[in-house]
């Protein structure tokens, strides 16, 4: 993690902001380990594949939920577009409220920017990595950092409720 004046660069399960990062939490009587976990979940329930579903849950691995979640049956990304910010800031947002450390951590982020530094991934990332020269600047981002977008909505609905 990389923090500056105006913002929070992250990346890797080691980051709580990570949905890789170990965070076990409940939602409608189901225990999820991870947000990674609980998003995938919510994919495949969303395309009503059931045995996928039951898969991801029954894994352990972030990694592998993520895998799960390249394999639903019924995909279709322009639906998933749609969508899958929703089921992001719900991941994120039970991930944190129950979480009272990872909960104070995002707080304490106060109005920085939150950004995912993945070198690889141009939708929930910038598609840089923490340490790339141009991940400082935003107009040189390659990616959406739809992530770090969750994340700010959910800081602030958090710092409204707290």
Request: proline residues 2%.
């Amino acid at each position: 993690m990389k923090k500056t004046e105006s913002m929070i660069l992250f990346w890797g399960d080691e980051d709580v902001f990570s949905n890789f990062h170990p965070s076990p939490f409940a939602v409608d009587g189901k225990i999820f380990h991870c947000s990674e976990q609980y998003f995938m979940y919510c994919k495949a329930g969303y395309f009503n594949d059931a045995a996928t579903a039951d898969k991801i849950m029954a894994e352990t691995e972030p990694i592998n939920c993520k895998k799960l979640g390249r394999q639903i049956k019924n995909y279709d990304e322009s639906a998933w577009d749609n969508v899958r910010e929703s089921f992001m800031f719900a991941a994120c947002y039970n991930k944190f409220l129950q979480n009272a450390e990872l909960k104070k951590q995002l707080l304490d982020t106060q109005n920085r920017l939150l950004v995912e530094a993945s070198p690889f991934d141009k939708i929930w990332g910038i598609g840089l990595a923490e340490d790339n020269a141009d991940a400082e600047n935003t107009a040189k981002w390659l990616g959406r950092n739809l992530l770090g977008k969750v994340l700010m909505e959910v800081r602030e609905k958090l710092a409204i409720e707290h």
